[in-house]
Nanobody
Framework: QVQLVESGGGLVQAGGSLRLSCAAS????????MGWYRQASGSHRELVAA???????NYADSVKGRFTISKDKAKNTMYLQMNSLKPEDTAVYYC?????????WGQGTQVTVSS
């Protein structure tokens, strides 16, 4: 089992920055894919960014050039650096870890961007 704990959410003005963290209860080098998802009120959960065990990344078109996903294997932590935030980035952000056999989610952290 993998426990994921997000932190770093909050209220920020448009154009500002936040860094989300996802601390994992096991060595993240062994997790094939980790990612950040978000769910705005009344909307479906959507992929924001993902990173594989080899370091390959992919991003939703809406965040390309503004968000950066990374991980620190020594700290067993994944990050999402969010710059140039927009009101439409407001959502609950979830950390995700997935392999061929299992999938785990964090509890989510709220990000609110005011205009």
């Amino acid at each position: 089992q993998v426990q994921l704990v997000e932190s770093g959410g909050g209220l920020v003005q448009a154009g500002g920055s936040l860094r989300l963290s996802c601390a994992a209860s096991r060595r993240i080098f062994s997790i094939p894919t980790m990612g950040w998802y978000r769910q705005a009120s009344g909307s479906h959960r959507e992929l924001v960014a993902a990173i594989t065990s080899s370091g390959s990344t992919n991003y939703a078109d809406s965040v390309k050039g503004r968000f950066t996903i990374s991980k620190d294997k020594a700290k067993n932590t994944m990050y999402l650096q969010m710059n140039s935030l927009k009101p439409e980035d407001t959502a609950v952000y979830y950390c995700n870890a997935v392999s061929s056999w299992w999938e785990y989610w964090g509890q989510g952290t709220q990000v609110t961007v005011s205009s």
